[in-house]
Each structure stands twice: as structure tokens, then as C-alpha cells.
């Protein structure tokens, strides 16, 4: 099993520039997490879905960040127009509907990205 | 992966030893709760979970308590070895039967060989 993959690793870009993340989940997996963390507000769940659906995105900061699941195996997170105040790791995770001895609540994460925004 | 840093609190252990970390949880409706252990430059790894309707968990080497009457979660980590060393985070689902987690802001623990 590959795990959940996250593209790029880093990413550097300057301020005004669009940036997108992209993540593969675990195959079978049909809930994805975008998740941010900073030494300053931890870890945070950004938005979720459930089969491709977004089922709760109040974590997103505001309009400028976007996030989009066209299947099962692909996901988008997109920061336009990019600030500074964006610099954080950005975690995807992916969970399963569990099974036996397996709980849904589970959450795999990613590598994770690191962008800084200059 | 980089963990929140210079703020964390942090729990220093010789080698062998039991460690024993703590996290409060805000919400009395939570039912179900997680620990995750977080390398340096890595993701979040599940450890072990527990549900409301439980007190105590074991599974290999860690054990999770649970006491709701005061919304504190412990996990415990016996024999504690070098590979341990890591940032720990708590995490409970604020909205019962949702997948979202919340996660605390973490312990670091620093095993001395």
C-alpha cells in the first residue's frame, strides 16, 4: 500500500501567485481531510469529504483557498492569490468506512507539503 | 511534516522508563477519541483510539485512559525507548458521528538513552 501520496513536497512561490497542492488517497478510502498546521495555530482541519462530497469546509480561511474532488482518487487544494500569512505545512489524510477491527475514525495522513509564500 | 515547535510542552523520559501524557478535551459530547504520534518530518501516525463508552485501552505497549468526568485522556507508553521520540496530539471528533477530528496542540517527548 503507497499511502496517501501529497505533491509537491515543498513549494516556494511569492505572494500574489496561485499555488495547488494535490493529493491521492488510499485506494478504497472515500474520506479525504485537508488539514494545515503552523507552529502558531497547530493543526487544523481545513475541509472534508465524504465520497467526493464536501461535507464541511468551515476550516477553510476564506475565499481565497478552494478545494475540489473530482473522483475517488484525486484531490486539489488551491490557494489564490497566495500570502505570506499561507506559509504552513498542508497535510492530506483519507479514511475508510472501517470494518472489523478497524475504526472509521482513523485518518491516514500524507507527507505532508511545505509551502512557503515569499 | 514540521509539528508546532517552540511553545510545546514537553515531557523528558530516561530510556525504559513509563511516560505518561496528558491532554484535556473541550467537548463533553465527544464520543470518540485518538491519539496520533508525529515525527519530525512526517505525518501523523495513529497510535490508539478510544470510544466514549470506554474508560481504559490497551494495545501494544500503550495504554489510553479516559476519564469523562473531567474530559482528561492519558496515553501511556511503557518501556519507553529512543523511537518514541516524537510530538503526541490528542484528538476527539467535536460533532459525534462525524469523521472530523479536532487535535490538541501536542506534547513533545524526549526519550535520553
Known amino acids: 500500500d503507497a499511502g496517501v501520496i501529497q505533491s509537491p513536497r515543498h513549494e516556494v512561490t511569492e505572494m500574489g501567485q496561485e499555488v495547488t497542492l494535490r493529493c491521492k488517497p488510499i485506494?478504497?478510502?472515500?474520506?479525504l481531510f485537508w488539514y494545515r498546521q503552523t507552529m502558531m495555530r497547530g493543526l487544523e482541519l481545513l475541509i472534508y469529504f465524504n465520497n467526493n462530497v464536501p461535507i464541511d469546509d468551515s476550516g477553510m480561511p476564506e475565499d481565497r483557498f478552494s478545494a475540489k474532488m473530482p473522483n475517488a482518487s484525486f484531490s486539489t487544494l488551491k490557494i489564490q492569490p497566495s500570502e505570506p500569512r499561507d506559509s504552513a505545512v498542508y497535510f492530506c489524510?483519507?479514511?475508510?468506512?472501517?470494518?472489523?477491527?478497524?475504526?472509521?475514525?482513523?485518518?491516514?495522513f500524507g507527507p505532508g507539503t511545505r509551502l512557503t509564500v515569499t | 511534516g514540521e509539528s508546532v515547535g517552540l511553545h510545546l510542552p514537553t515531557l523528558s523520559v530516561q530510556e525504559g522508563d513509563n511516560s505518561i501524557i496528558n491532554c484535556a478535551y473541550s467537548?463533553?459530547?465527544?464520543?470518540?477519541f485518538i491519539w496520533y504520534k508525529q515525527e519530525s518530518g512526517k505525518g501523523p501516525q495513529f497510535i490508539i483510539d478510544?470510544?466514549?463508552?470506554?474508560d481504559k485501552r490497551q494495545g501494544q505497549r500503550v495504554t489510553v485512559l479516559l476519564n469523562k468526568t473531567v474530559k482528561h485522556l492519558s496515553l501511556q507508553i511503557a518501556a519507553t525507548q529512543p523511537g518514541d521520540s516524537a510530538v503526541y496530539f490528542c484528538?476527539?471528533?467535536?460533532?459525534?458521528?462525524?469523521?472530523?477530528?479536532?487535535f490538541g496542540s501536542g506534547t513533545r517527548l524526549q526519550v535520553q538513552p
Open positions: 484528538a476527539e471528533n467535536i460533532v459525534p458521528g462525524r469523521r472530523a477530528l479536532t
Open positions: 489524510a483519507s479514511s475508510t468506512r472501517g470494518g472489523v477491527g478497524r475504526s472509521s475514525y482513523e485518518q491516514y
Open positions: 467537548n463533553s459530547a465527544s464520543d470518540y
Open positions: 485506494s478504497g478510502h472515500n474520506s
Open positions: 478510544i470510544r466514549s463508552n470506554m
